[in-house]
């Protein structure tokens, strides 16, 4: 998955006679009758990095956020340097020492960095912003994390973002750093800096613990890596002991899954999708063209143009004249006369907010896009919806299982499972697929790869992914973006494809002999 | 010429400044991430709260301290409604402009037509010797000095002190706030009540210097237009400034035209500075540089768990 090789520091042994930082006792968590947290026994070392692997909902943000002080265990307790901690809020975890990088940022996007890493640090009552600027300016120095002190939030980058939450941290002398998931926004050049951050951090005395589901990634970076399935640690593993990563993704699922996927190729039909000459929002002069039958995967690094032609495909965006055609007939054309079903099927990056409504149930959130399906005249046929909607929920084992569960209660996995239901229910002759597997587990990615490799049957799919891997599996060809040009377009039957990715996604064009 | 700008500029701040102070409270209150629709109610209240208390008492100062400790208070009640109970900021804001104007009506009908010794206009010493500009800015009364420094006062809170910046955070991201160990819920409170008191001192401007007269509907609408203000100065002291005294300078004007005798009907002439208003939205809303609405404005914060 991850194409970046990384150089890591050689990982430091722990001496016999050293005390852990942090002693988590048998610590159990519940939320109603779900156990999040199941008698957990960890210990956090000074200098180390400590990767928290595990599925999506396996329990690993709870349990960070309780030694964050966000949440109260119900049973067990924490203990720092030996002392034993009772958090009942962040402020008290941070004043031990204790930080927290979320996923979603803690930032105020209208202040500055320097503003937002100096806020609610208690010092005088009259600040001075260039006294400010220089304080974060000499502490991101200190740590290798590139940042201007005096630009807006709003104005950064994910990776910048990133940094600032870092520094807030540091700002506060935090000895133990949780990351939940922090490359998850990262392009992969932002995330070997993350990672050079992480070991200058750990190098520098700092205790991390980094939680993620990416084997690659925890292999690469961690010096312990603990296992977290359903709530109980699976085991603690030396991750220079790991004999597959195949072995490691086992233990973590807790039964054998294919990271690979058997795809057979079927003959290609019709075009559904032609994009002739596209240039315009962030495009230049793309050409593109789906078959029923196939999977084109769009392969780049985020920003490349990417949203332009999804947003133009979609219907989200006026393309130029005579630029997009979906099954035979020109955008205008196709968009007037397209009706809910056996059209374009749209599954977008962002899954609570463009894909559904955050507060709706499970039978609002599927009538969003199939609504005219249950038209009577005037009326909408609820009981059928209501109906169609609960069987979709068991043929795709979403859960809770429920039809009445809201979008955001639903995890990321099972929301994705939802999405793809209510498009593929529409029956579509195209799919437009952006990063659909990305933070999900792997039985849901695998699960998500074979439904878009079942529905080749009735559709062709335009794959927009920045997981290679994801690409290689599913697609047959790849067009590789790069700054708003298709660089090439690779046949995947050959072998090699894979290592020709790689430069074309970095702006390296093949000559024509090639 | 000079005889008849002057004497219109001058009238122009003083009918601009309970607007600027009602428009900085409503400011300061929405930095917060509250949203008080309630201004044209504590306006009208905090008059009555600070003739009486001149009237009874003869001290005006103590009238207009007790203008915004009235505002304080029926912010508070706002504050408690959101904050606290978690109430739809909208329908709470409305509510306290009706209870407001009603208490007001109610309470203040013993005093209709008393009058106040209240504020007198009175020449700052050298400033008011400056030409044209002492004559507009320096020959008013006390507390319109007072309302010079205010504004001041509000760009230094937010941009160099660390309550200041708290505050923001509130208004903008209260959960970033709360993780950088700061206490929302209070800096809300904090925010509504410092908003109060200084629509509360608007309200007192109106009737201890502006009128020195009990009468009904004295607020006349400015609670609304310092609303629309707050969205027109993008959440920025300066452009405040130059907003209410934008409505000030109508206000005056439109006095000035009824008094001449003009035959245009005094109806329109008393809607010309709501009219203002729409265009002044609209225009905002027109050349929309960088906003600093706060991006939690409106919402309530709620509890985790």
Known sequence: MSTCEFSRPPRKSVAQDERPIV???????????????????????????????????????????????????????IKIDGNTMDFSSSREAIEAGIGMVYQHFMLVESMTVAENVLLGQTGNFFV?????????????????????????????SMGEKQRVEI??????????????????????EETVRLFEALWKMAEQGKSIVFISHKLEEVLSLADDIAILRRGIIEGLVDPDCIESKADLACRMVGKEVILEIDREPLSAGKTVLDVRNLSGMGLD????????GEIVALVGVAGNGQKGLVESVCGLRKPPQDSIFIGGKP??????????????????????????????????????????????????????????????????DI???????????????????????????????????????????ISATEEVWRRLLEVREMAGVLLVTGDLNEALQLSDRIAVIYRGRILGELDTKDKAVADRIGPLMAGIEETASA | ??????????????????????????????????????????????????????????????????????????????????????????????????????????????????????????????????????????????????????????????????LGMSVTATGEYPAAAAAAGLKPILLRYFAVGLGGFLIGLGGAYLSLAYTHLWTNGLSGGRGWIAVALVIFAFWRPGRAVLGAYLFGGVMAFQLRLQASGTNVPSSILLALPYALTIVALILSAWKRKRSDMPAALGTNIEPEG
């Open chain 1, 167 to 188: 520094l807030k941290l540091l700002y506060r002398e935090s000895r133990i750093l949780i990351f939940d998931e922090p490359t998850a926004v990262l392009t992969p």
């Open chain 1, 23 to 77: 002693e988590i006792c048998g610590i159990t968590k519940r939320f109603g009758k779900v156990v999040a947290n199941n008698d957990i026994h960890l210990d956090l070392y000074a200098g180390r990095i400590l990767a928290l692997l595990g599925e999506n909902g396996a329990g690993k943000s709870t349990l960070m956020s309780m030694l964050a002080g966000r949440y109260k265990p119900d049973e067990g307790h």
């Open chain 1, 331 to 396: 955008w205008r054309k196709f968009f007037e006369e397209a009706s809910w079903r056996r059209a374009l099927s749209y599954v977008p990056e962002d899954r609570l907010g463009l894909a559904t409504l955050r507060d709706c149930d499970m039978v609002e959130n599927v009538l969003l896009t199939t609504r005219k399906g249950f038209v009577i005249g005037p009326w909408l046929d609820k009981k059928r919806a209501s109906n169609e909607t609960n069987g979709l929920v068991h043929k795709f």
């Open chain 1, 128 to 156: 001075n912003p260039s006294e400010m600027a220089t304080r974060v300016a000499t502490l991101a120095e200190q740590y290798g994390l590139d940042v201007d002190p005096e630009a807006r939030v709003c104005d950064l």
């Open chain 2, 1 to 162: 010429m000079q005889e008849l700008i002057i004497p219109l500029l001058n009238a122009t701040v003083q009918s601009g400044t309970p607007i600027l102070l009602a428009t900085l409270g409503e400011m300061m209150t929405e930095k917060g991430g509250v949203l008080n629709l309630g201004v044209e109610g504590i306006l009208s209240f905090s008059a009555l709260a600070a003739f009486v208390t001149g009237y009874t008492t003869g001290s005006p100062w103590l009238g207009f301290f007790m203008g915004g400790i009235a505002g304080l208070l029926l912010a508070m009640v706002h504050g408690v409604v959101c904050i606290s109970c978690l109430g739809n900021q909208v329908v709470s804001g409305l509510a306290l402009t009706i209870l407001g104007l009603g208490l007001t009506r109610f309470l203040g009908t013993p005093y209709i037509g008393l009058t106040t010794a209240g504020f007198e206009k009175a020449a700052l010493p050298f400033f008011s010797s400056i030409p044209f500009v002492g004559d507009v800015f320096f020959r008013q009364d006390a507390l319109v000095y007072v309302s010079y420094l205010i504004p001041i006062l509000f760009w230094f809170f937010f941009r160099r002190t660390s």
């Open chain 1, 285 to 292: 002069g793309v050409n593109l063209s789906v078959r029923q």
């Open chain 1, 399 to 441: 859960r809770p299982g429920s039809t009445q569960a809201l979008a955001w209660q639903l995890s990321g996995g099972n929301l994705q499972k939802a999405v793809l239901a209510r498009e593929l229910y529409r029956e579509p002759m195209l799919i437009v697929a952006e990063q659909p597997t990305q933070g999900l587990d």
